[in-house]
């Protein structure tokens, strides 16, 4: 069987973005990691609900904030709350001016190795204030997430706060990572990201529109192994992502991140098998060798294949790594 999911956060990111997937579900279903989107349900049995993403979140150029009004000046001294958005930052050339980040954020070059960090759901409010921050980037799945906003104490402050949707799509992609570089005062160095990201998801397109619609394989892309295996259909920047390589998702007839049943992954059938769980030892292995799972294309034919967890959870310009590493998994006659 496959369940939708009605809560929000990244069901499996082993390093978790907590502002990878848009989606997620409680945090007693995983196995020790929060795993994007970018995952991140910090607190046993907590539940996080759906962020919209509709036009009023998204109004050109005005973004909802809960700070004081347009920065006069780029900012000095930024916290990041989400390994999607440090990511952004640290391509935007401003690694030194992170005062803090998130306590998912890997370790990235240019960061000071003392960095403090901090529980995006449950910050201690206090101690960041005393860092004395200009501007303060936090997912929208934090207020959420939480019964009472932890980043309010900051704002009522004088402290600039801005709350961020995880983005559903490219398109989302585009515009949040304008925002943050409007937002730091880098919107020229953003634009040259988002023409790369744009370029190399053209060449990828280019390529996968030469590939015949009758030899085009399908895929199951899990996001969380077994037991609790999530994937998703439409309406997710992901599937974005297999199109533009020209694979099929194998549950393209369903909607947004879902849970998916052993039983519904192997009547899918796919002729191939991805995933980006990297908190087990093996994971392409352990699809492999899972009981039942022998009868799959993907299994018979050892078509199962990693893809890069951060580049493929935390939504940024970084997605076009995922990108290429899907379309030599799926279609290596294709791209080399």
Sequence with gaps: MIYPLSIAVSPALARGSPCGYSKTMKNDCRRGAIALLGAAVIAAGLTVSCVPR????????????????????APRRIVSMAPAYTAILVDLGLASSLAA????????????????????????????????????LVSEMT???????????????????????????????????RRIAALAGAS???????????????EIRAVARTIPENTRRTALFEISPAPYIYSFGRGVYLHELLEAAGVKNALASEEGWISVSSEAAVASNPDVILTNADFGSDPVKEILSRPGWEGISAVRTHRVFYIDNDSSSQPGPRIVKALGEIAKAVYPEYFR
């Design 143 to 177: 207020k959420q997430g939480t019964s009472a906003d932890p980043f309010k104490p900051l704002s009522d402050s004088g402290i600039r706060v801005e709350y961020i949707p995880t983005s559903s799509s490219i398109e989302d992609i585009r515009r949040d990572t």
């Design 188 to 202: 020229a160095r953003g634009e040259e990201l988002l023409a790369a990201m744009d370029k190399a998801i053209e």
């Design 54 to 73: 509709g036009d009023a979140a998204r109004s050109s150029g005005s973004p909802a904030a809960s700070g004081p009004g347009p920065l006069d000046s």
């Design 101 to 136: 980040c998130d306590t998912w954020s890997p370790r990235e070059e240019g960061m000071a190795e003392d960095l403090p960090r901090f529980d995006m759901m449950r910050p201690d409010a206090e101690r960041l204030a005393a860092l004395e921050p200009d501007l303060v």
